[in-house]
């Protein structure tokens, strides 16, 4: 299903075979300037032990982790994904209402070609003037709303900026890497050993853990009234 967010009339949809139908007759998508391609994701948080092999390792729930992330300093955290490339996260708010997180990410590349000006009167072309030191920068809206005492949320991702769901991981990984550097949060990252070992001062054993991030396609037939 093609799903296009438009400014004025909300979330509209294509079935698949709809879609497949205009390709094949060479029908070109034309959306307006207020439209999106939107992708929907099921995100899912997932533990993995450092220190102790548990093959089930504890792990907390997604509002857990939106809670510890969302009470730092989300906005500025960056991901480079190569010398070229500059993944930032721009804004960060919580819509108490809908109850989600309103993410805006700006992806800049400096590998991207200069933009042009074209005058309509006099028909010169202008180069935009990008420096070595700048890139191209476009931004992606991901709204993320968590499934209650879950392991996992539904993730919106508008199309075009090059915000992939690789991206969305590794973006959160990052920021769950913010959250272990806090003090406070200590908690979230140990957790006792299963069989209630405890060491020769008679303290219980912990273990520590990894957090990461897993996308998949969100599958649904109710897709409007699931978000």
């Not at 300037?33 to 992708?39: G, K, T």
């Not at 075009?160 to 769950?176: I, N, P, Q, S």
Request: hydrophobic share 35%.
């Amino acid at each position: 299903m093609l799903s296009q967010l438009d400014g004025n009339q909300g979330l509209t949809t294509t079935p698949i075979k709809t879609c497949r139908k205009r390709m094949r007759e060479g029908e070109v998508f034309k959306m307006k300037n207020r439209e999106r391609l939107v992708f929907f994701y099921d995100l899912t948080i997932q533990s993995r032990s450092r220190n102790l092999d548990i093959a089930r390792p504890s792990c907390i729930t997604f509002e857990v982790a939106m809670d510890a992330i969302s009470k730092g300093s989300p906005v500025g955290t960056s991901l480079p994904r190569r010398s070229s490339e500059l993944i930032e996260i721009a804004d960060w708010k919580f819509d108490a209402q809908s109850e989600t997180h309103q993410l805006l990410v700006n992806r800049a590349d400096s590998s991207v070609a200069d933009p042009a000006f074209k005058n309509f009167k006099t028909k010169t072309v202008r180069a935009g003037g990008k420096t070595r030191d700048e890139g191209i920068d476009v931004s992606t809206h991901i709204v993320v709303r968590v499934n209650k005492n879950s392991q996992t949320a539904l993730v919106m991702v508008t199309y075009g900026a090059g915000v992939t769901a690789a991206v969305v991981e590794k973006l959160f990984k990052r920021l769950m890497k913010n959250v272990r550097a806090v003090k406070r949060h200590a908690a979230l990252f140990h957790f006792a050993e299963p069989g209630g070992a405890i060491d020769a001062d008679g303290k219980p054993i912990t273990y520590e853990v990894d957090y990461e991030f897993v996308a998949s396609g969100h599958q649904s037939q109710t897709l409007k009234e699931d978000i």
